[in-house]
C-alpha cells in the first residue's frame, strides 16, 4: 500500500505488544516507526528497526510521525491527547478516550482547528461474538427487541499490581475498564440511549475501585440492553442474551483474537480470528408458519484488523470513521 502512515506508540506495555503493534507492523496502511519507552527499552527486541524514545517531548517533535496512539493508563489520556495534537499529531486514544465527555469534546473542539482526526480503540466491535450478534439482528428472525444482556466476567479476586487500575484515579474501576466495550457496543447496534440507570460497588477484600456494575440502558423502539461486569465470576454466564417478539439468541461471550495475540500469532495467519469448536450461537425462532426453529450460529471470524484498515482510510481518503465521536460521547456520558 502506498503512503504508509508513519505511527508511534506511547507505551509498550501489554496494549502496544499484543493489541497494537502486531497490527501496525502487518498492516500495509501503516509503518510502526516508534515507541516511548523511559525506563527498559523492550521494543527492539520485537522489533529491530523500531525507534525509542526517552521523552515525550522527544517523540512529540519528531516531524515524521503522523499517528500517536495513546495507550497510556487511562487517567492520561486526556493530557497526552493535547500535547499530541499540540504538535499536530492525528491521535488513536484507548478506550476509555477520557474521563469525562467535557474532556472529549474539548480534544475534538482542538482537532478542528489543528486539522487533526481523533480515533478511538473500540476493538471489540470487531470480536466474533458481537459481529455474529449484529448479524442475527439484522436478519430480523428475532423480531423486534425487547431485551439484550451484555456480560463481561472475570475471576480475579486479589488486588491486581497495576496501580492505575486498582487505586481511585480518574477512570480506574472496572466500570470503566470493562463496562466501556460493553457501552460501546450496546451504542454501535442500538444508537443512541434514551434513559439509563447503574450500579456500581466494591466486593474483592481491599479493593479501592469498584470490582462489579450493572447498568440498564433504555433505547428507542423499547429496547432495554443489560450490562453487568464483575471480578467474581467463577462460573461464567452466556455474554450475550437476546430476547425479541419472535426468538431468542444466546452466545458465549469469546473471541479468540486476544489469545492468539498473547501467544505470539501473527495477523496474518490464515488462523487468526478463527473461533475454537463448539463455541457457536444457539438462535431459537418461530417462522412464517409459527413452528418453533432451533439454529447453531457459527462463530464470525475475528478482525480487530477492520479497525486499522478504517483509520487509514479515515486518514489518507478522508472515508468516515465507523466509531463515531458522538457515539463515544454517548458513551462517557454513560460512564461517569
Known amino acids: 500500500?502506498?503512503?504508509?502512515?508513519?505511527?508511534?506508540?506511547?507505551a509498550y506495555g501489554m496494549s502496544g505488544k499484543v493489541f497494537h503493534a502486531p497490527f501496525l507492523e502487518t498492516n500495509k496502511g501503516f509503518q510502526l516507526y516508534g515507541v516511548l519507552e523511559r525506563n527498559e527499552k523492550k521494543a527492539n527486541l520485537d522489533y529491530p528497526t523500531i525507534k525509542s524514545f526517552s521523552t515525550i517531548d522527544e517523540l512529540l517533535?519528531?516531524?515524521k510521525i503522523e499517528l500517536i496512539v495513546i495507550n497510556t493508563p487511562n487517567n492520561t489520556h486526556y493530557d497526552y491527547a493535547l500535547q499530541a495534537l499540540k504538535a499536530l499529531k492525528h491521535i488513536l486514544i484507548e478506550k476509555p478516550a477520557t474521563t469525562t465527555p467535557e474532556q472529549f469534546n474539548e480534544l475534538l473542539e482542538l482537532a478542528k482547528k489543528v486539522n487533526r482526526k481523533v480515533f478511538v480503540y473500540q476493538n471489540r466491535r470487531w470480536s466474533s461474538d458481537i459481529m455474529?450478534?449484529?448479524?442475527?439482528?439484522?436478519?430480523e428472525k428475532l423480531g423486534d427487541i425487547i431485551e439484550v444482556h451484555l456480560r463481561f466476567d472475570r475471576y480475579r479476586s486479589s488486588i491486581g499490581i497495576k496501580y492505575f487500575k486498582e487505586k481511585p484515579l480518574p477512570s480506574s474501576g472496572i466500570w470503566y475498564d470493562l463496562g466501556s466495550h460493553l457501552i460501546d457496543q450496546a451504542i454501535s447496534i442500538f444508537g443512541k440511549p434514551i434513559h439509563?440507570?447503574?450500579?456500581?460497588n466494591k466486593y474483592?477484600?481491599?479493593s479501592q475501585v469498584d470490582d462489579f456494575a450493572f447498568m440498564h440502558i433504555e433505547f428507542s423502539n423499547k429496547v432495554n440492553v443489560f450490562i453487568t461486569t464483575s471480578m467474581l465470576v467463577t462460573d461464567a454466564q452466556p455474554g450475550i442474551v437476546i430476547h425479541?417478539?419472535?426468538?431468542?439468541?444466546i452466545k458465549e461471550f469469546c473471541d479468540e483474537q486476544e489469545n492468539q495475540l498473547l501467544a505470539g500469532l501473527s495477523p496474518l495467519d490464515t488462523n487468526f480470528g478463527n473461533e475454537k469448536p463448539n463455541k457457536e450461537g444457539k438462535l431459537t425462532y418461530h417462522n412464517a408458519n409459527n413452528q418453533v426453529v432451533v439454529e447453531i450460529i457459527p462463530?464470525?471470524?475475528?478482525?480487530?484488523?477492520g479497525l486499522f484498515d478504517e483509520l487509514f482510510q479515515s486518514i489518507?481518503?478522508?472515508i468516515p470513521f465507523s466509531i463515531d465521536n458522538q457515539q463515544i460521547t454517548e458513551q462517557l456520558k454513560l460512564l461517569v
Do not use: C
Request: proline share 2%.
Open 1 to 10: 500500500m502506498e503512503n504508509p502512515i508513519v505511527t508511534a506508540l506511547l
Open 61 to 63: 517533535s519528531d516531524e
Open 132 to 139: 455474529a450478534t449484529k448479524s442475527i439482528i439484522d436478519s
Open 196 to 200: 439509563h440507570y447503574s450500579y456500581k
Open 204 to 206: 474483592r477484600e481491599n
Open 244 to 249: 425479541g417478539t419472535k426468538g431468542s439468541f
Open 299 to 305: 462463530s464470525i471470524k475475528g478482525n480487530f484488523n
Open 316 to 318: 489518507r481518503k478522508e
